[in-house]
């Protein structure tokens, strides 16, 4: 199984890395409405809100990465990742499975509680079982 890795950017636009800690899921939810970019992907954190966005520039996409851009058909409206690595000025996840979201939901009820919705509308990722490109 091939991973799906992207760069959260914009952080310097809202609380910089401070709320990012490897492990830790943020939940991806599209901006079908965005007027600067029709594939934006804002990125959130239980009881924070935004904190960024899916990188979608050439100037902002790490090398070994998606753009914003290249994941956008494959989610659902939300979608939810894990955080692998942060940088000075980026944070680095990888996009997770269903499987493996509910899997982490599972574990962590009280924390996600808020988080997830639980009539089913936010799905983690559209695909059965994972991201394929």
Known sequence: MKSTFITITGLNHYLG???FKVGRLVKLIK??????DAD??????PYLDTVGYVANSVYTVYQ??????RIYEHIGKTAYAQ???ITH???IA????????????SQEDDFFSDFVSSKGKNEPVA????ISF
């Not at 070994?64 to 851009?69: D, K, V």
């Not at 990888?94 to 939901?105: D, M, Q, S, Y």
């Open 64 to 69: 070994g990465t998606m753009s914003a851009s």
């Open 83 to 85: 955080i692998m690595f």
């Open 31 to 36: 901006e079908e409405d965005n007027i600067h």
């Open 89 to 91: 000025s980026s944070v």
């Open 17 to 19: 890395t401070n709320p």
């Open 40 to 45: 934006a992907i804002r990125v959130a954190m």
């Open 94 to 105: 990888r996009v997770l499975t269903k499987e493996e979201a509910l899997e982490i939901f």
């Open 127 to 130: 695909d059965e079982e994972e």
